[in-house]
């Protein structure tokens, strides 16, 4: 029965490291996709679009592992609770790497010599180096099991917000020609997937303090948290509304 305990703890542990590999593949994706942005290099932009294998491949691992575990160890509380959000986890980190193929997908789009406006490629860049920086901190967050690094999150996620809304804005005002239009509504769909990044580091914050606190937290916009108990907008029975539940589930 000893081993076969060890066994089961090394495979849950195997599991997050796995998604932590992952998110650090997703750290490069987003580094090397902003510099294809920057200097308009359409072959970096292929490897990035290549790489996103390795992407799926621990996505896949992840989520193959997490099935087994269900199946064939039964865990409760604390280990249920890390294993259901690592699964979660996994779907989050593949659709930021996805979300990296879609900006290189779109590079060759504008041509050789677009119509480049540094107004609009500053901040998207800025964008791409605030996406980077969540997926980084909400890496640490799941590593560290750190809720208030989790929640910081969304201190970073208002900015790229706010900077996707400046460059839509941008869009509309400088598209004074047919080309420049063009590079311009690509730019937003850029700019849209750099947010989505964002969006799905954040989800990863929440899915951290899940595991912590054992209530399902809601991170808003403006920095606000609401939880609430997985099965509903109660609190399980021997808790009170805020708090952990009794048994730790």
């Keep these: 029965m000893a081993t076969t305990r060890s066994q089961y703890r090394q495979e849950l542990q195997q599991l997050?490291?796995?998604?932590?590999?992952?998110?650090?593949?997703?750290?490069?994706?987003?580094?090397?996709?902003?510099?294809?942005?920057?200097?308009?290099?359409?072959?970096?932009g292929t490897f990035v679009i290549a790489d996103d294998d390795r992407v799926d491949g621990r996505y896949l691992e992840v989520n193959q592992g997490a099935l087994s575990l269900f199946a064939l160890q039964a865990p409760v509380a604390g280990d249920l609770r890390l294993i259901a959000s690592l699964m979660h986890v996994a779907k989050h980190f593949e659709r930021m790497g996805d979300?990296?193929?879609?900006?290189?997908?779109?590079?060759?789009?504008t041509g050789n010599d677009p119509p480049r406006r540094d107004e609009v490629l500053k901040p998207i860049l800025r964008m791409g180096v605030l996406a980077r920086d969540e997926v980084v901190q909400c890496r640490q967050a799941l590593e560290l099991r750190d809720v208030e690094l989790a929640h910081d999150i969304v201190r970073r996620d208002?900015?790229?917000?706010?900077?996707?809304?400046?460059?839509?804005?941008?869009?509309?005002?400088?598209?004074d020609d047919l080309d420049t239009r063009e590079w311009l509504m690509t730019?937003?769909?850029?700019?849209?997937?750099?947010?989505?990044?964002?969006?799905n580091a954040v989800d990863i914050g929440e899915q951290v303090a899940f595991v912590v606190e054992g209530l399902f937290p809601e991170f808003?916009?403006?920095g606000e948290v609401r939880r609430r108990a997985v099965s509903g907008n109660d609190a399980p029975p021997g808790s009170t509304p805020g708090e952990p539940p009794a048994d730790g589930l």
């Excluded at 208002?158 to 598209?175: C, D």
């Design 99 to 109: 979300q990296c193929v879609n900006i290189a997908k779109l590079i060759p789009l």
């Design 187 to 199: 730019m937003t769909m850029v700019a849209r997937a750099f947010e989505r990044i964002g969006d």
């Design 16 to 44: 997050e490291a796995a998604c932590l590999g992952a998110l650090d593949l997703v750290v490069r994706q987003v580094e090397r996709v902003t510099e294809a942005l920057e200097h308009q290099d359409v072959e970096l």
């Design 220 to 222: 808003g916009e403006r």
């Design 158 to 175: 208002q900015e790229l917000n706010a900077l996707n809304r400046e460059v839509f804005r941008l869009a509309i005002e400088l598209g």
